[in-house]
């Protein structure tokens, strides 16, 4: 069982910049890959970027050169750093990551989501 927490979001006008986090907690062993997704009104689920453990990183081509993914491997924690924002970009931002966690049963793997975050920029 693995919990993430999103933070960060909220509203900001068109060219602004906003940063969201999200923080793993439970029985974690390891992480490979963290991302963010996001889902705007009536449409489906897409990947805006995501990193594995070892820093390689991928991003929509919609948000190239806007956007930038970290995450510090110590704290489990995923950042996302959002420029040059357009009304295009509001959406529901949600946090995932993949890997394994460990208990009595050893080790399995796990994919875990966040509860989402609204991020809404206005024109």
């Known amino acids: 069982q693995v919990q993430l927490v999103e933070s960060g979001g909220g509203l900001v006008q068109a060219g602004g910049s906003l940063g969201l986090s999200c923080a793993a907690s439970g029985s974690i062993f390891s992480i490979n890959t963290m991302g963010w997704y996001r889902q705007a009104s009536g449409k489906q689920r897409d990947l805006v970027a995501s990193i594995t453990s070892g820093g390689s990183t991928k991003y929509a081509d919609s948000v190239k050169g806007r956007f930038t993914i970290s995450r510090d491997n110590a704290k489990n924690t995923v950042y996302l750093q959002m420029n040059s924002l357009k009304p295009e970009d509001t959406a529901v931002y949600y946090c995932?990551?993949?890997?394994?966690?460990?208990?009595?049963?050893?080790?399995?793997?796990?994919?875990?989501w966040g509860q989402g975050t609204q991020v809404t920029v206005s024109s």
């Open positions: 995932n990551a993949e890997g394994l966690t460990r208990g009595y049963w050893g080790t399995r793997p796990f994919g875990s």
